[in-house]
């Protein structure tokens, strides 16, 4: 497998899904500022010019965090990524689709982005607020979520991957606290060895 990744970006969540893997994969960086995204050698690959993408091991592209998250639990079921109930199966992805088009594209992305959503730079501070807004929120309703669990959906699954980068982003680099059983979740994930591995190699430990 081929992962496309920017350090540091939403692709880290993937990448630490592969290191719980622990099958043999290469990670190649793409260099988001400088725009690699758009330019042919990555197009080709993916034309959405994002990442992850995900290239797999029968040469099949799989884009989409939560469809390569999804993907790679369910093909890889050894690793224990997949949740063993219905139950759990609905929350973890609850879970995810809310951390990434939520959290991330609504909250991060007016944070990062705020010329997105307003053209006007006199307009830039009330877009990142209320982005400060949207994610706080979010962080809430996860905190509560985690009330009791260690786990988003009871045990480890390819959910918690997503918690985890979106923290990265507020706690990791904007140095924003975290409400405690996230806090927790964030300690917990930090300690594993595969997050380890992959902050040593996207050059972030």
């Known amino acids: 497998m081929k992962l496309f990744y920017a350090p540091g970006a939403c692709s880290i969540g993937i990448h630490v899904l592969l290191e719980e893997i622990g099958k043999p994969y290469e990670a190649v960086p793409v ?11 990555f197009t080709e690959v993916n034309p959405k010019s994002k990442v992850p993408t995900l290239v797999r091991d029968d040469g099949a592209v799989q884009t989409e965090y939560p469809a390569i998250a999804v993907w790679l639990a ?11 109930t219905p139950e759990a199966m609905a929350r973890a992805l609850e879970a995810t689709d ?9 909250g991060f992305g007016r944070i990062f982005r705020p010329a997105a959503f307003a053209p006007s730079e006199a307009d830039h501070p009330a ?19 985690l009330e009791g669990k260690e786990w988003i959906a009871g ?32 300690a917990r994930m930090n300690a594993r060895p595969a997050v380890q591995r992959t902050l040593k190699a996207e050059g972030l430990a």
Request: net charge positive.
């Open 31 to 41: 260099n988001l500022r400088e725009g690699a995204q758009f330019k042919p050698e």
């Open 98 to 106: 809310y951390c990434v088009a939520t959290m991330h594209m609504q």
């Open 74 to 84: 369910a093909t890889n079921p050894e690793a224990g990524l997949m949740p063993k």
């Open 127 to 145: 877009v990142r607020a209320r982005g400060e807004e949207i994610f706080s929120k979010g962080l809430a309703l996860l905190d509560k979520q």
């Open 155 to 186: 045990e480890f699954s390819f959910a918690d991957s997503a918690l985890y980068y979106v923290c990265f982003w507020w706690n990791g680099r904007l140095n924003k606290a975290l409400p405690p059983n996230v806090a927790a979740h964030y």
